[in-house]
T-cell receptor, first 113, second 114 residues
């Protein structure tokens, strides 16, 4: 079974600074998709960014980018120019055939003004 | 707003009772997923439907059941409720079964069993 591990239960960053959230996963599949979801205090699950495993290029969405290392099974999220609105729980998720999402435990990000 | 709606937003009930959670997927989405988020178990996949048919089951208890109706809305039925069933229940939808399709989440139903 696939597993997703987020080793940082909590992280903090100063406003305007950069922070990196870590995620590792375990799979025997070669074709899969990785996601980062954000869960603010409202508890809504919001997609932040998506990476296809067959793509070597790291995904980028505005201030959010990933460092995808397929051989190492690592998928970290970098948030640049952090804003107060970035404060949330961040979940790394994995998806392969069968289409269910497998989530990590989450990292609670605090942004300090 | 993801376009996925869930009702009710909050539900408070007693042990032993039965409740029904409702989900309406985004317009055009055929696939519906149910997830449970609890403090001790994290975010877990429960069950998936595609165009009215059950496609996959996760860690769903036998006391729980679901269905997807011809208009594609889905219901999750929880019976003989226990304190440990208190959780946030999410519905998500996607257009198809293709892995690259993003799952869009509804706002969730917060269930409290007393």
């Amino acid at each position: 079974a696939q597993t997703v591990t987020q080793s940082q239960p909590e992280m903090s960053v100063q406003e305007a600074e950069t922070v990196t959230l870590s995620c590792t996963y375990d799979t025997s599949e070669s074709d899969y998709y990785l996601f980062w979801y954000k869960q603010p205090p409202s508890r809504q699950m919001i997609l932040v960014i998506r990476q296809e495993a067959y793509k070597q290029q790291n995904a980028t969405e505005n201030r959010f980018s990933v460092n995808f290392q397929k051989a190492a099974k690592s998928f970290s999220l970098k948030i640049s120019d952090s804003q107060l609105g970035d404060a949330a729980m961040y979940f790394c998720a994995y998806r392969t055939s069968g289409s269910r999402l497998t989530f990590g435990e989450g990292t609670q990000l605090t942004v300090n003004p | 707003d993801s376009g996925v709606t869930q009702t009710p937003k909050h539900l408070i009930t007693a042990t032993g009772q039965r409740v029904t959670l409702r989900c309406s997927p985004r317009s055009g989405d055929l696939s519906v997923y149910w997830y449970q988020q609890s403090l001790d178990q994290g975010l877990q996949f429960l069950i998936q439907y595609y165009n009215g048919e059950e496609r996959a089951k996760g860690n769903i208890l036998e006391r729980f059941s679901a269905q997807q109706f011809p208009d594609l809305h889905s219901e999750l039925n929880l019976s003989s409720l226990e304190l440990g069933d208190s959780a946030l229940y999410f519905c998500a939808s996607s257009v198809s079964l293709r892995d690259q399709e993003t799952q869009y989440f509804g706002p969730g139903t917060r269930l409290l069993v007393l």
